[in-house]
Nanobody, 113 residues
Framework: QVQLVESGGGLVQPGGSLRLSCAAS????????MAWHRQAPGKQRELVAV???????SYTDPVKGRFTISRDNAKNTVYLQMNSLKPEDTAVYYC???????WGQGTQVTVSS
């Protein structure tokens, strides 16, 4: 089972930026697509971005042009650079290895003035 540790969340003003990190262990990291999800209060968890093992990326429409997913296979880490943050981006952000069992504890992102 994969172990995942997310970090980098916090309180930021609208228009600000944050960079989330997710360190993975227990898997051959470079062979897995990795994804970021988020869950806002009272809402279902939703997929935000995916990066394939070869580095191809895809994003949900609300974050296109603002968020960038990347990975460092040498560090077994996936990142989510979030720019031009909006209050509706407020959520707990989770990463996962696509096809593997396990979630981290998540990291809280709050966008508020």
């Amino acid at each position: 089972q994969v172990q995942l540790v997310e970090s980098g969340g916090g309180l930021v003003q609208p228009g600000g930026s944050l960079r989330l990190s997710c360190a993975a262990s227990g898997i051959m990291f470079s062979r897995y697509a990795m994804a970021w999800h988020r869950q806002a209060p009272g809402k279902q968890r939703e997929l935000v971005a995916v990066i394939s093992s070869s580095g191809s990326t895809s994003y949900t429409d609300p974050v296109k042009g603002r968020f960038t997913i990347s990975r460092d296979n040498a560090k077994n880490t996936v990142y989510l650079q979030m720019n031009s943050l909006k209050p509706e981006d407020t959520a707990v952000y989770y990463c996962n290895a696509v096809g593997a069992t396990g979630w981290g504890q998540g990291t809280q992102v709050t966008v508020s003035s």
